[in-house]
């Protein structure tokens, strides 16, 4: 299993980015998948996840903001970033699991892509 990020870059606080995973192995319209980030210094933290039947989920420091979604026919994950802030600033990653349950239920997820950097500058 691959997963691809792609999409980040800088960008100034108040705006807006998307993040685009690719994957190779896995077909996310039946697999639950996530995205996680991992700041500077800080210890990495889920930001958002959809099961394999399209529950989603937020943490709520991106409630309102992020939003989670996938595209079935081009077997991609996207992370909507919207309203950046400063502590947006992390690696994010691209994850997915070939496990039924949950992201809760499983915790750390199998597959993982290699991350890519979002700047959000104040």
């Known amino acids: 299993v691959q997963l691809a990020e792609s999409g980040g870059g800088l960008v100034q606080a108040g705006g807006s980015l998307r993040l685009s995973c690719a994957a190779a192995g896995i077909i996310f319209r039946v697999n639950p998948a996530g995205w996680y980030r991992q700041a500077p210094g800080k210890q990495r933290e889920l930001v958002a996840t959809i099961s394999r039947g399209g529950s989603i989920d937020y943490a709520d420091f991106v409630k309102g903001r992020f939003t989670i979604s996938r595209d079935g026919a081009r077997n991609k994950l996207y992370l909507q970033m919207d309203s950046v802030e400063p502590d947006d600033t992390a690696v994010y990653y691209c994850?997915?699991?070939?496990?039924?349950?949950?992201?809760?239920?499983?915790?750390?997820?199998?597959?993982w892509g290699q991350g890519t950097q979002v700047t959000v500058s104040s």
């Open positions: 994850t997915a699991d070939a496990r039924r349950e949950s992201y809760a239920q499983i915790g750390s997820p199998r597959y």
